[in-house]
């Protein structure tokens, strides 16, 4: 199987578009929160269809015009995305210039067998050329920010690409985005348009009113009294307190500076038989008194393994940090359908010793009281934070866990073809290390944990991660 996929594992590009919506909007500029502007790269995810008896006589050009249509009618209540990046003249930090220019959709086929790529969930770097990834030659004003490629397998199959920039959206926003898509390619016969919430597309002005969080011009320096009272982001102070430990522990910095190539993307599946057990195991000593959710307890398991798989010494600070969407957590909360990015990071941080000695119920009770520290103020803190200097470029710090909660988001049931993709896979992300919570397609009670591991962690923590007693 592996020297096929070798042999015929080109994929050829046949056709190429720019698909720009059917009714254009007055082209305007939207103010980008500091919450849009930390990652402005496209965040690509590959959705496989199996070959299908229902839509076996499709042809590829019918597959590609259905879904350029629907894009069509899409960005026309989407506009933003039909947009591009732009610098404000007079802080010359990120907007979003809504101009019309539109998306990019590329076709593409290849002989191989969708069967011959093995684990759909498991990461192959041929993945990689199931997604368009556009040139801005050095102009990312020229960028666009959504791209798509539907590729004709050569059983039949279907994987359709997409990349998205994460100024544009957030993942919730961008599932709405791209089941909206979905509904109004209609490829299928039969197959209705489902209503959806309408987007609400201003952002930066929006979430400021929320936070209370004055305008970037009217920004007044606070005093030091002031300033001291005031509720600060931990994920921000504890990611400068991991960056100046790896700056003065040589031992830590020549390890964990290591860009995304050092480490290995691998998908762990924990069934919902597992999880079950991991919850009986927190909730032991209480005799069944404390609950949990699938996700804290995974996420405390999650921290556990991995610290204690890295071989830290005692002393070493170790930081779990985890996004929290605050649509619903802000007061008053987020308008219905805000389709900027609402995350922000929360944030626990010890010792890989103190770490070591807690027991998975007292890990999930920081976890539940890092989620609960949410609030407008620290949405205010958060935001406010990423207003100063930032380092550029920032190296993977591998005693930093991230967490990124898919389970809500499940790409794979978006119905781009004849229904549910036998597996949607996250591509390489912009920070390597990053652990994604997915559904499985087969058990949506189940978790399915991509991350990415440096080499010499791997076998300790695939020990580790799968020992659930």
């Not at 920039?165 to 490829?187: C, E, K, M, R, V």
């Amino acid at each position: 199987m592996g020297t096929q996929l070798e042999k015929d594992q080109t994929v050829t590009i046949t056709k190429s578009v720019s698909v720009c919506p059917k009714y254009l909007h007055p082209q305007k500029v939207l103010n980008l929160s500091n919450l849009d502007r930390q990652c402005p790269s496209l965040m690509y995810t590959v959705s496989f269809y199996k070959p299908s008896p229902s839509y076996k006589d499709l042809s590829l050009d019918f597959v590609f015009n259905s879904l350029k249509s629907g894009l069509e009618d899409t960005l026309s209540v989407w506009y933003p995305a039909a947009g591009r990046l732009c610098l404000n003249q007079n802080d010359g930090k990120l907007d979003l210039w809504c101009n019309n220019k539109g998306a990019v959709l590329v076709e593409a086929v290849t002989q191989i067998k969708i069967s011959d790529l093995g684990d759909l969930s498991q990461y192959n770097k041929f993945f990689e050329k199931l997604v368009y990834k556009p040139h801005s030659f050095g102009n990312f004003s020229q960028m666009p920010l959504v791209v798509a490629q539907v590729t004709k397998f050569g059983c039949g199959g279907y994987s359709i690409g997409i990349g998205v920039s994460h100024s544009l959206f957030d993942g919730p926003a961008t599932h709405d985005f791209l089941y909206a898509w979905a509904s109004n390619s209609a490829i299928m016969e039969g197959k209705g348009r489902v209503e959806q919430q309408k987007p609400l597309h201003e952002r930066g002005s929006t979430l400021l009113v929320v936070t209370n969080c004055p305008a970037p011009n009217m920004t007044t320096k606070l005093s030091e009294k002031s300033s001291s009272s005031r509720k600060r982001a931990a994920a921000i102070d504890h990611l400068y307190q991991l960056i100046m430990q790896a700056a003065t522990d040589q031992s830590l910095s020549d390890v964990g500076y290591m860009n995304q190539n050092s480490y290995l993307l691998r998908t762990f599946h924990l069934s919902s038989a597992m999880i079950q057990s991991l919850k009986r195991k927190v909730s032991g000593k209480r005799g069944g008194s404390f609950s949990c959710s699938s996700f804290e307890v995974v996420a405390a398991h999650l921290w556990k393994a991995r610290s204690r798989a890295l071989g830290l010494r005692r002393e070493t600070m170790v930081c779990l940090q985890f996004s929290v969407d605050v649509r619903n957590r802000m007061v008053p909360p987020l308008p219905k359908g805000f389709s900027g990015n609402a995350y922000v990071l929360a944030s626990i941080a010890m010792t890989a010793g103190a770490l070591e000695g807690e027991s998975h119920e007292r890990i999930v009770e920081k976890i539940r009281e890092a989620k609960n520290s949410i609030s407008n103020e620290y949405v205010y803190a958060y935001v406010e934070a990423l207003e100063g200097p930032r380092p550029s470029d920032l190296p993977p710090l591998k005693e930093l866990t991230m967490l990124s909660d898919w389970t809500r988001m499940p790409f794979h049931k978006i119905p781009f073809l004849h229904g549910e993709a036998a597996y949607a896979s996250p591509l390489v992300s912009p920070v390597p290390q990053v652990a994604y919570f997915m559904q499985n397609p087969d058990d949506d009670k189940s978790i399915d944990l991509r991350i990415g591991l440096l080499p010499h962690s791997l076998k300790s923590f695939s020990q580790y991660f799968l020992n659930v007693q």
